[in-house]
T-cell receptor, first 114, second 114 residues
Framework: LAKTTQPISMDSYEGQEVNITCSHN???????ITWYQQFPSQGPRFIIQ???TKVTNEVASLFIPADRKSSTLSLPRVSLSDTAVYYC???????????????FGKGTKLSVIP | DAGVTQSPTHLIKTRGQQVTLRCSPK?????VSWYQQALGQGPQFIFQ???????QRGNFPDRFSGHQFPNYSSELNVNALLLGDSALYLC?????????????FGPGTRLTVL
């Protein structure tokens, strides 16, 4: 399973755009990149998933360069309610064996300041 | 569309006791995975069930066992509880035949072992 590296913590003011970068140098050809958000004492919430280039949904954007060795989660105009831990994971590819286990690191603790 | 549900929300047990946690997957999903999350850490994979069988297992002792029922719901059993078993237990569901194995998490069960 590919290992990921992300900053331990980040601070941002309300209304700013936040970019969290994740490194995954040994990502496999079939691996997807998935980001989760987790609030204290709650289960992780799926944010976005991508394979290459750019993916955008109503919550965030995910930028993946051509070499796929890193990815950046972009949260537009954050609010206090975006204060949470954000996890970057790689994998999720469909193989003949089917599902796989998710490997979480410690994530990035984002603190949004009023 | 019902999401992943877990019961109970909180549970307090004493060392040596046994506990059963329950999970109902998201509507339409057939695969259930269980994770343990200690305070300040990312979730750790315990095992995954599909077609009522354990398909993958993480680095957890045999005290941790599970079951999946024909309606895809699942139980996690932990025997001979230790203080170190105190954690948030998360259930995640996914669809085996999906394009990617995107897992959706429940709210978790907080287990405290005294």
């Amino acid at each position: 399973l590919a290992k990921t590296t992300q900053p331990i913590s980040m601070d941002s003011y309300e209304g700013q755009e936040v970019n969290i970068t994740c490194s995954h140098n040994n990502i496999a050809t079939n691996d997807y990149i998935t980001w989760y958000q987790q609030f204290p004492s709650q289960g992780p919430r799926f944010i976005i998933q991508g394979y290459k280039t750019k993916v955008t949904n109503e919550v965030a954007s995910l930028f993946i360069p051509a070499d796929r060795k890193s990815s950046t989660l972009s949260l537009p105009r954050v609010s206090l309610s975006d204060t949470a831990v954000y996890y970057c994971l790689v994998g999720a590819s469909r193989s003949g064996a089917g599902s796989y286990q998710l490997t979480f690191g410690k994530g990035t603790k984002l603190s949004v300041i009023p | 569309d019902a999401g992943v549900t877990q019961s109970p929300t909180h549970l307090i047990k004493t060392r040596g006791q046994q506990v059963t946690l329950r999970c109902s997957p998201k509507s339409g999903h057939d695969t259930v995975s269980w994770y343990q999350q200690a305070l300040g850490q990312g979730p750790q994979f315990i095992f995954q069930y599909y077609e009522e069988e354990e398909r993958q297992r993480g680095n957890f002792p045999d005290r941790f066992s599970g079951h999946q029922f024909p309606n895809y719901s699942s139980e996690l059993n932990v025997n001979a509880l230790l203080l170190g078993d105190s954690a948030l237990y998360l259930c995640a569901s996914s669809l085996r035949t999906g394009r990617t194995d995107t897992q959706y998490f429940g709210p978790g069960t907080r287990l405290t072992v005294l």
